[in-house]
């Protein structure tokens, strides 16, 4: 899938990378065995309209759900079991997976390859799951509001750097999203939020910071009022949002943009390259790894929470802060970009 998205091949090799794919997934499919089979009356111009399986059900929720629903969704103590289904990757990938037994019609093919996307999108996120979840969990404090926070998890030179940090945090997190202040850091910021806002569907994946052609006229036709409002949260400016507004996906968007315009080396490198140099992590991002020590912020989607890592010599993670919710996104920020070579000082 990175290669697909790398946009480093030709349209023609990027169709048959896309075509391969779907065929390797329409293996998988096979593996599983057609014995259990139901019939499918869609394609009976007669047949009475029939009730929409479990899996397409599921499928179709976890197209249309965005994550902003993860990010503010994972702070409520009584979700419901559909919603934490939507968001268990390894639950999605096996309806896709179960799904492609019933990819039969004339338009098998694009099936195949939209089914295939998010298997293995899932399977991604699944492992990303997997590779983080032997690290236990500590009590800490919130550095945004001081109250105990069970789920973070921190070293203790990170303990040592957010004690420190207390007294300065609303300064730094201030520079952080002043860096966005300009034309191309309010596209940034902009595109930002609507990949957060946008259904995945409409977002897809790419490589590049800024949101594809494609996303773009999709939500021009099917989502103007979620267009309309990151537009004017963006004209507004990175820090006016930062310190007025009330919207906890905006001041992600603006710190995660102020991040974006300090790793990259040039407005072209903004526009063209790897978003966050390859060293953020995101759902709705496939970029190149960047070197293997570096440090990176990651999210992991199906806990929504935040992670700061780096790998040791031996290739396996360390990871330095993990934890859910805004407070923690602003404490992993902050870690992380004491972490960046930067072009010029940001405190």
């Not at 499918?40 to 309209?49: E, K, M, V």
């Not at 905006?250 to 063209?272: F, M, P, Y």
Request: a negative charge; charged letters at 25%.
């Amino acid at each position: 899938m990175r290669r697909i998205h790398a946009d480093v091949e030709r349209e023609e090799n990027a169709r048959l990378l896309s075509t391969t794919l779907a065929l390797i997934f329409a293996l998988l499919v096979l593996a599983q065995g057609v014995s259990t089979l139901e019939e499918d009356s869609s394609s009976n111009a007669l047949a009475p309209s029939r009730v929409m399986r479990a899996d397409e059900e599921l499928l179709r929720s976890w197209r249309d759900s965005t994550l902003a629903d993860v990010v503010l969704g994972m702070n409520h103590e009584h979700k419901s079991s559909w919603s934490q289904l939507v968001r268990c990757s390894s639950s999605v990938s096996a309806a896709a997976l179960r799904e492609g037994r019933y990819a039969s019609d004339p338009c098998a093919m694009k099936t195949l390859q939209d089914l295939s996307t998010i298997f293995f999108t899932c399977n991604v996120a699944s492992m990303m799951l997997s590779l983080f979840s032997d690290v236990e969990p500590s009590s800490s404090s919130d550095v945004m509001t001081g109250v105990k926070r069970k789920s973070s998890f921190l070293t203790l030179d990170t303990v040592s750097f957010l004690n420190d940090a207390n007294d300065m945090q609303a300064e730094k997190l201030a520079s952080l999203v002043d860096a966005a202040e300009s034309e191309v850091g309010q596209t940034a910021f902009r595109d930002l939020i609507l990949s957060f806002k946008l259904p995945r569907s409409a977002v897809g994946i790419r490589r590049v910071l800024l949101l594809s052609r494609d996303s773009n006229t999709n939500a021009t036709k099917n989502y103007a009022e979620i267009l309309n409002a990151a537009h004017e949260s963006a004209m507004r400016g990175t820090t006016f949002e930062w310190e007025t507004g009330s919207d906890p996906i905006h001041k992600v968007s603006a710190v995660l943009a102020g991040l974006a315009i300090i790793l990259a080396n040039d407005q072209t490198s903004i526009r063209k390259g790897d978003a966050f140099a390859g060293r953020v992590m995101l759902p709705f991002l496939e970029c190149s790894p960047s070197e293997n020590r570096a440090t990176r912020l990651g999210m992991v989607e199906e806990t929504g929470e935040w992670i700061v890592f780096n790998n040791n010599s031996s290739g396996k993670p360390r990871v330095r802060f993990r934890g859910s919710g805004f407070g923690a996104f602003c404490e992993a920020a902050l870690l992380f970009s004491t972490q960046i070579k930067r072009r010029h000082e940001l405190f």
